[in-house]
Structures are given as structure tokens and as C-alpha cells.
């Protein structure tokens, strides 16, 4: 990477650490391709179209509007129209750079966070997609939970603590990003757990149950049969902390109709997932909920106590579970999905081991997440 990129990781950390006050994020993207997914904060200069043909003339008419004394990192899909752009603007005296490898990069840039009030467990978010996965250990041994398909990310943090890595785990067949976790525990020969209703024709997986155990050293995580999202939803209670995977979120809930989206299907699948999280409800208030997803959440690491989700406003599907009224929930959820995962259905034949994925898979989960029922 030359001196005039700047990579996806060091522009998350700025944006995390420093705000944007002295990062002008600018995307040259089209307007369209902004409006669905857009690196927080960044301002957008559709100029993407003129770019490839190196015509400049629509980005100078816009040079008034760029700030002279804070850096400006310019992103495009893969890192060259950016590229152009940024050396565009330095020859005209700003200090511009390139994010390396565009929104591609974004996507796949990874973050980790030690949890002070959940001992045990780290949290490894992936701001461009929304996606939330944990190691959590016990001695020198750790259980990794939900991994992404990069799957080094896993295995370099447990180096760096000392710990080996016993088991792997996702919480359910997932739909929006494809997961790591059968090929990270095949290279590290240890077992892949998931529940037998989301295992499909899946060979090799060891399943869990609910009230089954998984031993992590001298601790243990607990699992917890939660049925909604997928079949096959489970939760992870490790002492303090509840991995809540796709069932519970900070401010929503899994959304029931990936696996049939007809009306009665997704009725019946949010009256299981009500049920679910009516189980959740009932752990003590000091449980740190863990989920697997975020839209626009700052705050990390990604938890909260389950006694303030009982306390604020801002999970209205939850209010629901609290006020047993099973019939607001579902019907909201009926009226409020949002659109699908993109590649959804080409992501679950790939985790279902229904497909072998192309040389396009790092492209399928690209974009804005969409796991949330509202």
C-alpha cells in the first residue's frame, strides 16, 4: 500500500477514536450505490461514472465544498476511481488519500473488544456489514461463535492471548454472511456445533441441544434452544454474557422469514421466535446481551445490560414480549420487514454445505445488513 492509501482498518479506528472531525470521508460512488450502503459519517460526490472515463470536471466543480484544513480519504468500490480522485484533489492542494480496496476493504475490515462487565468473552464486530461474532474462553482454551469467512482474523487473536482454539460454533444456518466457522474448525480438526434443526444435510456438525453444554476449559457455555429467526436459533449463555445471536438485537429482533417468507409461515415463525424471547426476558437483569448484529449502533463494544432493555424505549418488538402481547409483535413484524439480505438465498446453500462457494464469495455479503425484523 503506497503512501498516498490509507486502509479501510485505520479509517474505522479514526472514525471509532476521533469522530470525524478531522476525517472528511468522501465517496465518489454513484447515488444509488451511497443511498444503500454508505461508510458512516461520509459525504457523497456522485462522480463515480465520469471517473472511469478520467473526466475530473464535475468533482472540480465541487472543490468549494471540500474542506482545506482537515485529511480527506476518498472511497469507491475497489480503490481506483478513488484513487484517480485523490491525486486529483492533492494536486490541487488537499491532503487526500484512497481507501485501499474501496468499499471492498470496508467490508471486510474486523475490530475486537474485551468485555469488562463479561468476563471471558471477546467481541469481534465488522463495522461495514453489521456483522458481530465472539471467542469466549476459559483457561487457555476458547470457543469461536459465528465466525466470518476470514478466518485468520480468529485464529491470530488467539494467538495473541495464548489461547487454543477447542471448538467453533454459529448460532444458527445464517443467511446474510457467508460463515467460517466449518472451514476454521476442519483446519483446526476440532468440532463445528449447530443445532440439528439449521444442520440441514450438513455432515460432520455436532449438534446442539437445549440445555446441552459446550466445555470451553473449566468453564462452560450453556445453550439455549431460541427458535424464531431460524428453526435451529440457538443462544449461548456464557455466565454473565448471553450470546444472542439472530434472536435478540440492542434495538430489534431477528426477523422470521428467511426460511419461508409466505404470511403464515412467517406468522408461525414469529410466534416461536415471541416465545423465545420471552425466555430471554426471564434471565436476571445484570445478563449482558451480546447480539450478532448491529445497523447504526456506536456503541462497542456491541452490549448491554438486559435489565436496560427492559428499561428503555428503543426496542419496540421487545416491549411487546414485556407486555405479553403476542399479537402486536407478530403483526408488527408482518407490516415492517424490511428488505432481504442480498444473496441471501445463495449465502444459505453455501453455510448449508448445499454449495461450494465461488470465487465471488467475498461480493455476496457486501452491503447493508438487513437481519433485523423492523
Avoid at 79 to 84: D, F, N
Amino acid at each position: 500500500m503506497s503512501n498516498t492509501d490509507i486502509a479501510p482498518s485505520e479509517v474505522a479506528r479514526r472514525i471509532e477514536e476521533e469522530g470525524t472531525e478531522d476525517l472528511f470521508v468522501l465517496d465518489v460512488r454513484n447515488e444509488d450505490d451511497y443511498e444503500e450502503w454508505q461508510i458512516p459519517g461520509s459525504t457523497n460526490i456522485p462522480v463515480y461514472d465520469e471517473l472511469l472515463e478520467n473526466d475530473y470536471s464535475t468533482l472540480e466543480s465541487h472543490l468549494d465544498e471540500l474542506p482545506e484544513s482537515e485529511e480527506i480519504v476518498v472511497v469507491c468500490v475497489a480503490g481506483v476511481t478513488s484513487s484517480r480522485a485523490a491525486q486529483f484533489l492533492r494536486e490541487r492542494g488537499f491532503d487526500a488519500k484512497s481507501i485501499d480496496d474501496g468499499m471492498n476493504g470496508w467490508g471486510r475490515v474486523h475490530r475486537q473488544y474485551d468485555l469488562e462487565n463479561a468476563d471471558g468473552i471477546v467481541q469481534i464486530v465488522r463495522p461495514g456489514t453489521g456483522c458481530v461474532s465472539h471467542l469466549v474462553y476459559g483457561g487457555n482454551e476458547a470457543v469461536v461463535v459465528d465466525p466470518s469467512q476470514y478466518i485468520d482474523e480468529y485464529l491470530t487473536i488467539a494467538d495473541d492471548r495464548g489461547l487454543e482454539i477447542v471448538g467453533v460454533a454459529d448460532t444458527h444456518a445464517h443467511a446474510d454472511h457467508v460463515s467460517g466457522a466449518r472451514r476454521l474448525a476442519g483446519e483446526l480438526d476440532v468440532p463445528y456445533y449447530l443445532h440439528g434443526d439449521d444442520a440441514g444435510e450438513l455432515d460432520g456438525a455436532t449438534e446442539l441441544e437445549d440445555g446441552g453444554t459446550i466445555p470451553i476449559g473449566n468453564r462452560e457455555l450453556d445453550v439455549i434452544h431460541t427458535p424464531g429467526h431460524t428453526p435451529g436459533s440457538v443462544s449461548f449463555r456464557f455466565d454473565d454474557g448471553l450470546l444472542s445471536g439472530d434472536t435478540l438485537f440492542l434495538r430489534s429482533v431477528g426477523r422470521p422469514d428467511l426460511e419461508d417468507s409466505s404470511e403464515e409461515a412467517v406468522r408461525e415463525a414469529a410466534g416461536r421466535l415471541f416465545d423465545s424471547l420471552d425466555t430471554l426476558t426471564d434471565l436476571e437483569d445484570e445478563t449482558v446481551v451480546l447480539p450478532g448484529h448491529f445497523s447504526d449502533e456506536e456503541t462497542r463494544p456491541l452490549a448491554t445490560e438486559l435489565g436496560k432493555l427492559h428499561e428503555e424505549t428503543t426496542n419496540e418488538l421487545l416491549s411487546y414480549v414485556e407486555d405479553d402481547d403476542e399479537e402486536a409483535f407478530v403483526e408488527t413484524i408482518v407490516e415492517s420487514l424490511a428488505d432481504e439480505p442480498a444473496n441471501y438465498n445463495e449465502i444459505k446453500q453455501i453455510n448449508w454445505g448445499k454449495e461450494q462457494p465461488g470465487d465471488d464469495v467475498k461480493a455476496l455479503e457486501l452491503g447493508p445488513n438487513n437481519c433485523a425484523a423492523n
